[in-house]
């Protein structure tokens, strides 16, 4: 394409500068600017990342997470192919990753029927599941820190952490007025799953991290910044997910089975909860948070009809798990 989009990331001195460093000689180059924290200059193979304004730390922390993962087999990373230092161009560092084939599932969900939902759902687990059953001894301590969102706060952090767990039940308890049978049901299933063991999570798994291929599988996963020690649980929060997922919220039991399923057959020998106790944990985080809200008089219109399915949901969520007849074991 023309240079003068490319312009908005490299001055004309600096792209000369560019097509010299990375080779691509006169090759047309597309941009794109959708994401949060990078500015991506393509070629026909290459995704040439630069970080915005002060995120240059984030962008080669990213690129190193890349390069372990790749090295220890994790397929759906995208490779590193190359980084220049600050200074190399003005527009600060920049990285080179293998551009993968795929579309972003951000623009196909705007037209995804349930059914593609739950396949791209099933496959995303499978995913995760790659990357959650890494050998942790296998990580350098760069990778041992805390993932994005570990220790925020919220109903959903405050469940999966052993310490504030019982504390939170306690809160939420009091919040919704539950009646007796229920709470015992969440303080058992949400006690238990405080306790799984922390694996490596993305830390962000959302729609426009995702590419998909024809099919609707998730082949690649973008975006590693965020990586580090984590609950399992923190990759399967739709909390991280922007608008579209929650038209499909009156679905989310069967969309979660499919997604848990997949990454239970993934994790192979792990020890894991079951899909409606998973289902549980998110449906009373979600309630928690909008109902607090609506106590304080916060919730706008999409905050109450949230409000209005997660209250709908959490009775059969309850029931559902009540009648399974045990909650997850020691993990």
Known sequence: MADELVHAVLAPPDLRRFRELTGVGN??????????????????????????????????????TCEILSALGVSCVPRVLGQWPDGAVSAGPFVAFERRPGASWQRVDERAGL?????????????????????????PPELLRGAHGATKQGWLSSFLDPDRADGAVDAVV??????PSWSAIWRATIRSLS??????????VCENQLLVDAHGQVNTVLDWDTAGMGHPLHDFDFGEWGFGIFSWEPDFARLRRAMWDAYVAGRREAELPTAGEVHLLFTLAELAYFEEQNRQGMNDAWGAARLARCR????????????????????
Not at 39 to 63: H, I, K, M, Q, T
Not at 174 to 179: V, Y
């Open 195 to 204: 306790t799984m063991t922390p694996v490596l999570v993305h830390g962000d």
């Open 312 to 331: 709908a949901a959490i009775g059969p969520a309850t029931d559902g798990v009540a009648a399974a007849g045990s909650t997850p074991g020691s993990r």
């Open 27 to 64: 090759a047309n180059l597309d941009v794109s600017f959708a994401g949060w924290s990078k500015l991506a200059v393509l070629s026909d193979d290459r995704a040439f990342l630069f970080p915005r304004r002060g995120r240059d730390a984030a962008l080669l922390r990213g690129a190193r």
């Open 174 to 179: 009091r919040l919704l007025d539950a009646k």
């Open 115 to 139: 059914d593609e939902v739950e396949r791209m759902l099933a496959s995303l687990g499978g995913v995760i599941a790659t990357w959650h059953r890494i050998d942790v001894a296998l990580l």
